[in-house]
């Protein structure tokens, strides 16, 4: 298999929501609860780094990236990033896996 991804796939895979992917993909790796520096609000997290929170940000153009922060060291990252660090994906299988990933086809209660 080819080793590199362009740039077009890179971009795409910032757009996929890594909470979604996680929870169908590696449901083990993430919950849903206090936000680690607001514990009156709850969030996606991390399971094994709880200090990891997911979010969506938009550029204010309707442009939704997903990124991820790990409050207790101040890494950050999209979802690509934290496939690499946590879940020991290669970023081309990382990239590759988040364009690949169809969120219909999981059923979430």
Not at 32 to 37: K, R, T, V
Request: with cysteine; net charge negative.
């Amino acid at each position: 298999m080819h080793d590199r991804v362009g740039t077009e796939l890179i971009e795409r895979a910032k757009h996929v929501n890594i909470v979604t992917y996680l929870r169908a993909k590696h449901p083990g790796s993430i919950q849903f609860a206090a936000h680690p520096d607001k514990p009156q609000y709850k969030c996606w997290r991390g399971v094994k780094h709880d200090s990891i929170t997911f979010y969506a940000r938009d550029d204010g153009n309707g442009d939704v990236t997903y990124k991820y922060t790990r409050w207790s060291d101040g890494d950050m990252d999209d979802g690509a990033g934290y496939l690499v660090r946590y879940e020991g994906y290669t970023f081309p299988q990382a990239v590759r896996a988040l364009c690949d990933f169809r969120a219909e086809e999981f059923y979430f209660d």
